[in-house]
């Protein structure tokens, strides 16, 4: 079973920075797009950032500007770095991924993490 899991999260003062981590159990190769979606309490979740495999990227526009989201095919990883932080980003952040069909599955399969939370205090 393909596993994503988030880490990272924690407790920043308003203008800080954290970076966000999200490991997966298999080559992010076969993994298109990655996203990071966060949900706030009381509200639906929503997308910041997707990256594609071709390096495309597009962000929410509350997060144009002071988040990046990268990911480094070695490693199996997929990163969300989080500059100029506001109590407005204090959500459960979440990793997300499309897994086209292939050999191992005929379908596609969206896979999310557990989360992570980020608490903005102001």
């Known amino acids: 079973q393909v596993q994503l899991e988030e880490s990272g999260g924690g407790l920043v003062q308003a203008g800080g920075s954290l970076r966000l981590s999200c490991a997966a159990s298999i080559s992010i190769f076969s993994l298109n797009p990655m996203a990071w979606y966060r949900q706030a309490p009381g509200k639906q979740r929503e997308l910041v950032a997707r990256i594609s495999s071709g390096g495309g990227r597009n962000y929410a526009d509350s997060v144009k500007g002071r988040f990046t989201i990268s990911v480094d095919n070695a490693m199996n990883m997929m990163f969300l770095q989080m500059n100029s932080l506001k109590p407005e980003d204090t959500a459960v952040y979440y990793c997300?991924?499309?897994?086209?069909?292939?050999?191992?599955?005929?379908?596609?399969?969206?896979?999310w993490g557990q989360g992570t939370l980020v608490t903005v205090s102001s």
């Open positions: 997300n991924a499309i897994r086209p069909p292939g050999p191992h599955d005929p379908r596609f399969r969206e896979l």
